[in-house]
C-alpha cells in the first residue's frame, strides 16, 4: 500500500495531536482513581473462586455461537432468571456489553414514527444505536425534564403519531449527577411513551439493596432498565431489563443480539455471583459511601469544589493540554492513576479530571491525592 493511501489518517491523528486529543492505550499502573470497579470486585476471591467452580462442573470458556445457534447455554438463561429476580424486571435478556445492549435496544425497538428524545450527555454506546435507528431523535438539555416535555410536544404539534422514547443515564459517568427520574417516568406517562434508564454507573452502588437509581419504577410497564455487568458488578456483560414482548423483539430483530456470538457463559456464571454479592455484603456500599463522603469533604475544602454526591467526582479543567499534564503530575508525584477525559467524550471546554473513588483506596490514599491535585494545579496555574 502507498504512503498516500494512508496520508490522510495521519492527517487526522496529527490534527488530534495539535488539539491534544489523541488517544493512546495506557496500561494499569499506580494507586487506582479512574477505574469503575466502585466496589472492587474485580479482584474478589468470591468470584474467583465462582469462575473456578464454573469450570469445574464444565462450564465453557466459548458460546460456541449466536444465541439463537447452539450459543444458549444454560448459564445465560439461569443469570437472565435470577437478574430478573434481583432487580424486578419482567424480562431479563444478556448481552456482551453495555454498548452492544445500547445499539440493540435504540436501534431496533424505537420504530419509523416514534421520537427518540435523550439527554444531550448519554453515552456514546446510545448515540451510536440512536444513529441507526429509523426514528426521529432530538436531544435535549442536561436533566432539563421541561426541555423533553417540549421536544415531545412539539414533535405531536407537527405530526407525530407513533411513541416517544425518553432516554437518560440515571447517574451520568463524566459528571457524577443523577437524572430526575421519577419525573421523567411521569412525563413518558403522559405522553405513552416509554423510559430508558442506563444504570450503569448506579447499579450495586444506589437504591435499595444496589439495585439502582431506578428500582420502583421497574413495575411500570414502559420502563426499560440497563444494567451493565463491568464496573460495581466486577465482571462484563450488560442485563437489559424490559417487558417480555420488547425482550422478543430483540430477539427476533437486533442484529447485534442475533448476529453476535453469546457472551462466554464464565462470565455469565460470575455475573450470578457478582449479583450474590451485592446482595450479601452490604458493607460494600457503605465503606464506599464513607469514602466518597470523605473525598468530597476534602475536595470542597482544599480545592473549592462542589461534589457530585456520587462516587464520580470530576474536577473540570478546562483545558486539554492542561488536563494531560496535571493528570501526568499527578502520576510522577503520587502515584496516583488519574485519566484525563477530553473531547468528544466532553463536551469542548470541559475537559477534565475524572476521579472515580472505589474500594480499591483507602482514606488514606484519597486525602494524599487531592493534596497531591491541588499542589499540582496551582503549580500548573503559574
Known amino acids: 500500500m502507498s504512503s498516500a493511501a494512508l496520508a490522510r489518517y495521519h492527517a487526522t491523528l ?10 493512546a492505550l495506557a496500561p494499569q499502573k499506580g494507586i487506582d482513581f479512574t477505574s469503575n470497579d466502585y466496589l472492587g470486585l474485580a479482584n474478589s476471591p468470591r468470584l474467583s473462586a465462582a469462575i473456578s467452580a464454573a469450570i469445574e462442573r464444565g462450564v465453557p470458556v466459548g458460546a460456541g455461537g449466536s444465541r439463537l445457534l447452539r450459543g444458549n447455554h444454560p448459564e445465560h438463561e439461569a443469570l437472565e432468571a435470577e437478574a430478573a429476580a434481583f432487580f424486578g424486571l419482567e424480562k431479563v ?10 445499539a440493540a435496544l435504540f436501534s431496533t425497538l424505537p420504530q419509523r414514527d416514534d421520537l427518540i428524545v435523550h439527554d444531550a450527555l448519554i453515552h456514546a454506546s446510545a448515540h451510536d444505536g440512536i444513529a441507526a435507528s429509523k426514528a426521529e431523535a432530538v436531544a435535549v438539555t442536561h436533566d432539563n425534564v421541561e426541555a423533553f416535555d417540549l421536544a415531545i410536544r412539539r414533535w405531536r404539534a407537527k405530526g407525530g403519531k407513533g411513541h416517544p422514547w425518553i432516554a437518560v443515564e440515571s447517574l451520568y459517568s463524566m459528571d457524577g449527577d443523577q437524572a430526575p427520574l421519577l419525573e421523567l417516568a411521569d412525563l413518558a406517562d403522559r405522553h405513552d411513551g416509554f423510559l430508558v434508564v442506563d444504570e450503569a454507573h448506579a447499579t450495586g452502588v444506589f437504591g435499595p439493596g444496589g439495585r439502582g437509581l431506578a428500582s420502583g419504577l421497574e413495575k411500570r410497564g414502559n420502563v426499560l432498565m440497563l444494567h451493565t455487568c463491568g464496573k460495581a458488578l466486577g465482571v462484563s456483560g450488560a442485563l437489559l431489563g424490559l417487558p417480555a414482548t420488547l425482550a422478543d423483539f430483540l430477539v427476533n430483530r437486533a442484529r447485534s443480539f442475533i448476529y453476535s456470538t453469546a457472551p462466554s457463559p464464565l462470565m455469565a456464571a460470575g455475573v450470578r455471583e457478582a449479583l450474590r454479592v451485592i446482595a450479601d455484603e452490604p458493607k460494600r456500599r457503605m465503606r464506599l459511601k464513607g469514602l466518597t463522603t470523605f473525598a468530597a469533604g476534602h475536595l470542597r475544602l482544599l480545592l473549592g469544589i462542589n461534589p457530585s454526591g456520587s462516587q464520580i467526582l470530576p474536577v473540570i479543567i478546562g483545558d486539554n493540554a492542561r488536563s494531560l499534564r496535571i493528570a501526568e ?3 510522577i508525584a503520587g502515584g496516583f492513576d488519574i485519566r484525563a477525559i477530553r473531547p468528544p467524550t466532553v463536551p469542548d471546554g470541559t475537559a477534565r479530571l475524572r476521579i472515580s473513588i472505589t474500594l480499591n483506596v483507602d482514606e488514606e490514599q484519597i486525602a494524599d491525592m487531592i493534596e497531591c491535585l491541588a499542589i499540582a494545579m496551582e503549580e500548573d496555574s503559574l
Open 93 to 102: 435478556l444478556y448481552f456482551g456489553s453495555g454498548f452492544a445492549a445500547n
Open 14 to 23: 496529527a490534527g488530534l495531536e495539535r488539539r491534544s486529543r489523541i488517544r
Open 329 to 331: 503530575q499527578l502520576r
